[in-house]
């Protein structure tokens, strides 16, 4: 069983391109999550879902845009990327709300925006 | 922003001794959880503990939470090679988790 897969694991953007980072898992969550990690800051949430069709604003929203057009896959875009989003990007599930469940996370994206 | 924060930033031990780590967060919370993440991947859950309780264990990990204090720690005891990683403390915001910086925990042969 995979679990949380992200992809790509790698990727070098110029600055102004457009990516998708793709998160998928298997374990039928109803919540998703996208956080992006940083040295000394720890994780910081993106934007999340609380199921299929829905998805919400977290701590650090701008610049991303995110869809769950099914429930099994969130994804994470960067319209126009800035060297500011240069981070390691995670996904995550869980079951129930993550106030009240574990947190599965994918193995992370690590994207640079030169 | 950041809910926990943990404390000290790093610690290095030498295998076999015991690790203990601290959280402090800032608002009232339902429930608190330690992540562990090895370089390079992803965190993976250690332990969960409810506002109501006040100790809880699991396997060599000792998690305490004292509500009255806001803050938490995590005990590594007989530490391994393996124990060394990041720790993560995690505390509940509606429906999601707000995570600390982190300590990272060097185990030394």
């Known amino acids: 069983n995979a679990g949380v897969t992200q992809t790509p694991k790698f990727r070098v953007l110029k600055t102004g391109q457009s990516m998708t980072l793709l998160c998928a898992q298997d374990?039928?969550?109803?919540?998703m999550y996208w956080y992006r990690q940083d040295p000394g800051m720890g994780l910081r949430l993106i934007h999340y879902?609380?199921?299929?069709?829905?998805?919400a604003k977290g701590e650090v929203p701008d610049g991303y845009n995110v869809s769950r057009l099914k429930k099994q896959n969130f994804l994470l875009g960067l319209e126009s990327a800035a060297p500011s989003q240069t981070s390691v990007y995670f996904c995550?599930?869980?079951?129930?709300?993550?106030?009240?469940?574990?947190?599965?996370f994918g193995e992370g994206s690590r994207l640079t925006v030169l | 922003s950041q809910q926990g924060e943990e404390d000290p930033q790093a610690l290095s031990i030498q295998e076999g001794e015991n690790a203990t780590m601290n959280c402090s967060y800032k608002?009232?919370?339902?429930?608190l959880q330690w992540y562990r993440q090895n370089s390079g991947r992803g965190l993976v859950h250690l332990i969960l503990?409810?506002?109501?309780?006040r100790e809880k264990h699991s396997g060599r990990l000792r998690v305490t939470l004292d509500t009255s204090k806001k803050s938490s720690s995590l005990l590594i005891t007989a530490s391994r090679a393996a124990d060394t990683a990041s720790y993560f403390c995690?505390?509940?915001?509606?429906?999601?988790?707000?995570f600390g910086a982190g300590t990272t925990v060097t185990v030394r042969a």
């Open positions: 995550a599930s869980s079951a129930t709300s993550g106030s009240t469940g574990e947190l599965f």
């Open positions: 995690a505390t509940d915001n509606d429906y999601k988790l707000s």
């Open positions: 608002t009232s919370i339902n429930n």
């Open positions: 503990i409810r506002s109501n309780e």
């Open positions: 879902s609380v199921g299929e069709g829905t998805t």
């Open positions: 374990m039928n969550h109803e919540y």
